[in-house]
């Protein structure tokens, strides 16, 4: 299975790549562009279309996939070794998760037991692909005509409170217990999902920053996810990954293309979505013996989010609408402060390393002491993060 997931990502990948090559030559034919601005950082019209390549990198991957999946059948000739493999147990942890345990079973029923975990995601999957969609048109159509920052918002909630709850893709199910039905799992989950989606859309202010940030978070939830053997999740972040690079190597500064918000919306949500749908338990951890695993999330997606509290903190105590974009974003201060763009944008991938690594470690430590450790250090690195934004401007600033 490691190797179908390798597959997956380098296949949208290559996808991607290609994909973005056409939009950057179709771009300007059909106008679409983002012209230079107030608050842009571009002299030049650049081309828009990132977001459609990694769409299409991603979608048709993920088609052909559960195409693959649902018309593939164990071969007779199996082999007859037995290895063992992770499955998901009937019984619910108290946060409402599924817990994972470890068995032993025939190559041939191990081969069928994966397809037919892909079998039963199919909904799901199909689920996710139609919010992405319809996410995708909603980033072109303002691409191509701002929209009105509620309206945008409003149609954001709108799509993801559909999927959460058509298709129960929900967090911290356990707040069903309080009495009120799924409506505080569900509003937690919508509230979760729109913070990371809007995170993203936030950090695509610089050439390579959105998708290179979010290329190390997919990067830390996909060994996360290979760990505890979560292949469906799995293979769902190693095609966004793949299709993040793809368009970063057209991307990186100095960028030939955009992905617009068409991009940056829809990587906010399957991040948002994936990391509800990922356990962060290893197998046979109960969630009181490791509860801050399912903290991970946050520990990754530490920079993404500071920015956006920080910024729009900071539009709202200037009397602006946090919706209305500026130069005020982290990288934006660094480059003030005497840093290229480029390194700003390198800086900002190291800081998510770090953080990200050690959410990596979170679910493999045995006791609340190590959690707070890593949990101390994100808090410290976040604080190098704010003395940085803080330092004084150049002289000639």
Not at 106 to 115: E, G, L, S, T, V
Not at 202 to 229: P, Q, W
């Amino acid at each position: 299975m490691l190797y179908a997931v390798l597959g997956l990502g380098v296949a949208s990948f290559v996808l991607s790549l290609i994909l973005t090559r056409v939009m950057i030559w179709l771009s300007p034919k059909i106008g679409f562009v983002d012209q230079p601005g107030h608050r842009k950082i571009h002299a030049n019209p650049k081309p828009l279309g990132g977001g459609v390549a990694m769409f299409w990198g991603f979608a048709i991957t993920f088609i052909a996939a559960l195409v693959i999946a649902r018309y593939l059948n164990t071969p007779l000739r199996a082999q007859l070794a037995s290895r063992q493999i992770d499955i998901l147990d009937a019984a619910y942890l108290p946060q409402g998760d599924f817990r994972l345990k470890t068995i032993t079973v025939p190559d041939h029923k191990r081969a069928q037991a994966y397809i037919d975990g892909v079998k039963q995601q199919t909904p799901v999957a199909l689920g996710l692909l139609g919010a992405m969609l319809a996410m995708h048109i909603l980033g072109l159509v303002d691409d191509k005509r701002a929209l009105g920052p509620f309206l945008k918002l409003f149609i954001q909630i709108a799509i993801t409170t559909a999927l959460v709850a058509l298709f129960d893709l929900r967090a911290l199910t356990a707040l069903d217990n309080l009495g009120l039905g799924r409506s505080p799992s569900i509003i937690v989950t919508v509230l979760w999902i729109g913070a990371i989606t809007n995170a993203f859309n936030f950090l695509d202010n610089m050439d390579g920053l959105s998708a290179g940030v979010a290329a190390v978070c997919t990067t830390a939830f996909l060994i996360t996810a290979l760990s505890i053997g979560q292949w469906f999740v799995a293979g769902s972040l190693a095609l966004l990954l793949g299709s993040l690079l793809g368009f970063l190597v057209w991307n990186f500064p100095p960028a030939k293309i955009f992905m617009g918000d068409s991009g940056s919306l829809l990587i906010g949500l399957v991040l948002g979505v994936l990391t509800v749908r990922t356990t962060f338990l290893p197998n046979n951890v109960s969630f009181n013996a490791g509860w801050y695993a399912i903290l991970a999330p946050i520990i990754v997606l530490a920079l993404p989010l500071y920015d956006l509290i920080v910024v729009s903190i900071l539009r709202m105590m200037n009397g602006k609408s946090p919706f209305v974009g500026d130069t005020n974003h982290f990288s934006h201060r660094l480059v003030r402060r005497g840093m290229s763009k480029r390194t700003a944008v390198l800086c900002l991938y190291l800081v998510t390393a770090s953080t990200s690594i050690a959410a990596i470690l979170l679910p493999q430590v045995e006791s609340s002491s190590g959690a707070i450790l890593i949990f101390a250090q994100t808090i410290l690195i976040l604080c190098v993060v704010a003395l940085l934004e803080q330092h004084p401007l150049p002289a000639d600033g």
